[in-house]
């Protein structure tokens, strides 16, 4: 058992045991009479169970947090310094290197051509009328394309001259008797940047006893000096945890006497949680806006607005790193705003339909024996994986469309459509609907039924003129998440509509879905440099949009209907 686990298990005792100290003091602090005290013994206890415990679980829980990425910066500080003067003998040895300097001079007048043939691209597409030269961008696409293909070859022979470079300073060093840690450390300053956490990884698995992706001297010593710095770092954090502990728990002891506020301090404490558990979520959200907004500026940087959002072509194919070649690509959304709201208009005739008709029987016509059957069978819908729903639109509803046009005449209808992908999507949705609006609809007040039936109103005009307009709110909140559910589903667009940005009013072809087109472009191994991969925050930060767009509607229908019936 590590030394945290044993210190969090004291603290626990401690904490139990400040709980009694707590309320036994304040109980024999009035010799019994506990109507003397101001708060009752209970909250003596828990103010000083919360001040033995909580500074002392916060400062384990901060260790816990970045403990790893402390461990791994002093280890990376300690092995640097270790290679200070095999990285001397290094840069030496790049500077008298003409190749090497050469390659970085060809690099650097590449990479001057490169971002003026990009500007130039950018202020093209970005121009309008008579400025807009087609045939211009279409050259500079292809100088672009070769520029490319340049650099990666110079950055490609820059690379394998530096590890060239690198291995001779390396094997001279051993065999000048360099340490195997100045090795390690030479290895770790200098070694490429995808390379680097995977050497201090290793040397982590290593120091826990587990197995690395290789063996080496080299990441043997690193792993001594990670494991040192590991268990200083533990011994500290248990100590500071430990010592927070004992303070908390001897300060709050003397406090305790007849006139102390307890109630009010550990009321305070819950209530500053309570907020901070708020501010956590605004912030989480603030921060969601924030990261789509800041990565959504860096792509309007490279592509203009106006293109994105009325662009009639998506076709992202850039370039993503030195070493690949590509298109310039094209970022024209409409495509997909197109095929998510066609998608979502075919799920929402489905499911609002039938899951308010639903709603309304199971609640105001169905018998109790009924109801308790028919509606854990209709929300079983919602518990069926959406990949299986996927199956059964490519398997079964998808080649049924195709069969039954085929059978009037259309013979160009696909297995993927946009119509297969939004009946399956709105039978996936009809439990989302049906169950919340029967929960709005039955708890509507009963008065009202009695009021309406008084006046000599029948069951149906009951349901249509009081029941319903006294439940709209919910049934649109209902609805609305509905419509949330359709935008952001996934699986069941790829694998019954397809994934090709086909801009097309015919629900019977092949389209794609703003969500789908967002796990495209950031499966794999991406950059976030490129704008193919920056346009995946564009394109959340659209659904954002959308989502605000459609609460505030929803706000505003709750807003105008519900005063009638407060």
């Given at each position: ?36 005290l ?48 095999l ?6 040895a790049?500077?008298r ?30 121009a ?14 292809v ?52 390379r ?15 197995l ?15 494991g ?32 102390f ?73 409409v ?20 899951g ?110 009081v ?35 086909n ?29 193919k ?34």
């Amino acid at each position: 058992m590590s030394i945290i686990a044993i210190v969090a298990l004291a603290i626990i005792v401690m904490l139990a045991g400040g709980f009694y100290v707590g309320r036994s003091r304040a109980i024999a602090s009035v010799s019994g009479a506990t109507a003397g005290l101001h708060s009752l013994p209970n909250y003596h206890g828990y103010y000083i169970a919360i001040w033995t415990g909580l500074p002392a679980f916060l400062m384990l829980a901060a260790f816990g947090m970045f403990g790893s990425t402390l461990v791994d910066r002093l280890a990376a500080a300690e092995l640097r310094r270790d290679a200070q003067e095999l990285s001397a003998s290094f840069e030496s040895a790049l500077d008298r290197d003409s190749r090497y300097q050469s390659l970085v001079e060809a690099l650097a007048v590449l990479r001057e051509r490169a971002d003026a043939t990009n500007d130039e691209i950018a202020a093209l597409r970005g121009a309008d009328g008579v400025d807009r030269d087609p045939a211009r961008l279409e050259v500079l696409g292809v100088e672009q394309t070769d520029l490319v293909n340049q650099l990666a070859t110079a950055e490609e022979a820059r690379i394998n001259r530096r590890a060239a470079l690198r291995d001779g300073v390396a094997e001279a060093a051993v065999a000048g008797g360099a340490s195997v840690q100045a090795l390690a450390g030479f290895e770790l300053v200098h070694a490429p940047r995808e390379r680097r956490q995977l050497f201090l990884s290793d040397a982590r698995r290593i120091a826990d006893g587990g197995l690395a992706s290789r063996a080496s001297p080299e990441l043997d010593a690193a792993a001594e000096v990670v494991g040192h710095h590991k268990t200083q770092l533990r011994r500290l954090a248990a100590g500071l945890a430990l010592v927070l502990a004992i303070g908390g728990l001897i300060r709050t002891r003397s406090q305790v006497a007849a006139g102390f506020r307890a109630r009010n301090h550990v009321e305070n404490l819950v209530t500053a949680m309570l907020f901070l558990s708020s501010v956590i979520a605004i912030m989480t959200t603030v921060g969601i806006v924030f990261s789509l907004l800041f990565e959504s500026i860096r792509f309007f940087s490279t592509v203009p607005l106006t293109e994105f959002l009325f662009g009639l072509q998506w076709s992202p194919q850039i370039a993503l790193r030195a070493d690949q070649v590509g298109q310039s690509g094209a970022f024209g959304a409409v495509p997909l705003f197109a095929g998510t709201a066609m998608i979502t208009f075919i799920a929402m005739v489905v499911a609002v339909p039938i899951g308010l008709l639903s709603a309304i029987y199971l609640s105001e016509y169905a018998g109790p024996r009924f109801r308790l059957t028919a509606k854990p069978v209709l929300e079983i819908l919602a518990g069926v994986p959406t990949v299986v729903y996927g199956f059964f639109a490519l398997l079964t509803v998808g080649p049924a469309i195709r069969g039954f046009f085929a059978m009037i005449g259309f013979e160009d209808v696909v297995t993927q459509s946009a119509l297969s992908a939004g009946l399956v999507m709105g039978v996936m949705i009809i439990p989302f609907i049906s169950s919340l609006s029967d929960d709005v609809i039955n708890s509507v007040p009963q008065s009202l039924r009695d009021g309406s039936y008084a006046m000599g109103a029948t069951k149906s005009e009951t349901i249509g003129r009081v029941i319903m307009p006294a439940a709209l709110p919910g049934i649109v909140g209902a609805i609305l998440l509905a419509v949330s559910r359709a935008v952001g589903e996934t699986m069941i667009v790829v694998m019954a509509a397809g994934q090709g940005a086909n801009l097309t009013a015919n629900p019977l072809e092949s389209v794609t879905t703003i969500t789908v087109q967002i796990v495209m472009l950031l499966t794999g191994d991406q950059e976030f440099d490129s704008p193919k991969t920056l346009s995946a925050f564009a394109l959340g930060l659209v659904l954002f949009v959308i989502t605000l767009v459609m609460n505030v509607i929803a706000l505003r229908v709750v807003q105008r209907y519900r005063e009638k019936y407060d």
